[in-house]
């Protein structure tokens, strides 16, 4: 290993997004860095499309063997950088495209922190350079003690998707891997909320990248697709666990009332299948109270 940084992708079905992906990494300004290509076990002819790429000694394609959803292949991408000695890790979609300086502005901000700092994430911008309603962070409530950051572009928060998130591999064997039982939705917000529950994580303004997906409209059920639904069994789920992790009544009425005002939006949409969404929320929200994920940790 020539470098201490790894970037990891997790790739599923979609070998074109994810050779913009790379083409866009191999064109940062700052190239001392190693990526991780880790695939779900696609089926569309991944391995082969990006093939010709794989000559780059800085490159590396592993298959996990079957689909363990995005959270899943995150939890073993990070495990494998962590083993293999990397020191940082930079983690992203395969729909991710970053701005050549996005990596660089990361290292700038982590070299204006002295290193003391959980995580890092960038600007998400959506393909028509708006905010991307997906991955815009949480605020903590403890930006107020870090105004001079504000000057330097980074602003304090305490959750962010994993569309361009940064930290290390020390903070990793600390608090362990992100739950892969969570197989999609769900797993960045409870892991970076792990992580700055100890530690103090940014957001940082100069660092931009490009969250290629069909639409900038929030996820909902209520609207989506037949061929999506399955996804909501796991984010109902999951999102009773994380906000029953907070620990606090509010959190657990907020999240009650959004599934009121979801089913309300189901009932009152023109599109079929209104019952069997409920049913899945119903059943997804049951889940979620048997739900308890243990944390694995590297050795």
Same mark, same amino acid.
């Given at each position: 290993?020539?470098? +201490?940084?790894?970037?990891?992708?997790?790739?599923?079905?979609?070998k074109?997004?994810?050779?913009?992906?790379?083409?866009?990494?191999?064109?940062?300004?700052y190239?001392?860095?190693?990526?991780?290509?880790?695939?779900?076990?696609?089926?569309?002819?991944?391995?082969?499309?990006?093939?010709?790429?794989?000559?780059? +000694?800085?490159?590396?394609?592993?298959?996990?063997?079957?689909?363990?959803?995005?959270?899943?292949?995150?939890?073993?991408?990070?495990?494998?950088?962590?083993?293999?000695?990397?020191?940082?890790?930079?983690?992203?979609?395969?729909?991710?495209?970053?701005?050549?300086?996005?990596?660089?502005?990361?290292?700038?901000?982590?070299t204006i922190?002295?290193?003391?700092?959980?995580?890092?994430?960038?600007d998400?911008?959506?393909?028509?350079g708006?905010?991307?309603?997906?991955?815009?962070?949480?605020?903590?409530k403890q930006?107020?003690?870090?105004?001079?950051?504000?000057?330097d572009?980074?602003?304090?928060?305490?959750?962010?998707?994993?569309?361009?998130?940064?930290?290390?591999?020390?903070i990793?064997?600390?608090?362990?891997?992100?739950?892969?039982?969570?197989?999609?939705?769900?797993?960045?917000?409870?892991?970076?909320?792990?992580?700055? +529950?100890?530690?103090?994580?940014?957001?940082?303004?100069?660092?931009?990248?490009t969250?290629?997906? =069909?639409?900038?409209?929030?996820?909902?059920?209520?609207?989506?697709?037949?061929?999506?639904?399955?996804?909501?069994?796991?984010?109902?789920?999951?999102?009773?666990?994380?906000?029953?992790?907070?620990?606090?009544?509010?959190?657990?009425?907020?999240y009650?009332?959004?599934?009121?005002? +979801?089913?309300?939006?189901?009932?009152?949409?023109?599109?079929?299948?209104?019952?069997?969404?409920?049913?899945?929320?119903?059943?997804?929200?049951?889940?979620?109270? =048997?739900?308890?994920?243990?944390?694995?940790?590297?050795?």
């Open positions: 290993m020539t470098n +201490d940084i790894v970037a990891i992708i997790v790739t599923y079905n979609r074109e997004l994810l050779k913009e992906s790379i083409l866009s990494l191999f064109q940062q300004t190239q001392n860095f190693s990526i991780y290509i880790i695939d779900n076990a696609s089926t569309d002819g991944t391995y082969e499309y990006i093939n010709d790429m794989l000559d780059n +000694d800085r490159l590396y394609y592993f298959n996990t063997g079957k689909n363990l959803g995005g959270a899943g292949g995150f939890s073993f991408g990070i495990k494998e950088a962590v083993q293999n000695g990397f020191s940082y890790l930079w983690i992203m979609d395969d729909d991710t495209l970053p701005k050549p300086t996005a990596l660089e502005e990361l290292l700038a901000a982590k922190l002295k290193d003391d700092f959980g995580f890092l994430c960038s998400v911008k959506w393909i028509d708006s905010p991307c309603a997906m991955n815009v962070p949480n605020v903590s930006w107020i003690e870090n105004t001079q950051l504000i000057k572009g980074l602003l304090r928060v305490e959750q962010c998707s994993f569309v361009s998130c940064f930290f290390t591999s020390k990793v064997k600390e608090i362990g891997l992100p739950f892969k039982e969570f197989f999609v939705w769900g797993d960045d917000a409870e892991y970076t909320k792990r992580i700055s +529950d100890i530690y103090p994580s940014y957001f940082v303004s100069k660092s931009i990248v969250h290629k997906m =069909k639409s900038n409209i929030p996820t909902d059920i209520s609207q989506d697709s037949p061929d999506r639904l399955f996804r909501y069994q796991f984010s109902y789920r999951n999102m009773y666990y994380v906000n029953r992790q907070q620990g606090n009544k509010l959190s657990m009425l907020l009650r009332y959004g599934i009121f005002l +979801d089913i309300k939006k189901i009932i009152k949409s023109s599109q079929k299948g209104k019952w069997k969404k409920i049913r899945i929320i119903l059943k997804s929200v049951k889940a979620g109270k =048997k739900f308890k994920p243990e944390i694995e940790y590297i050795d």
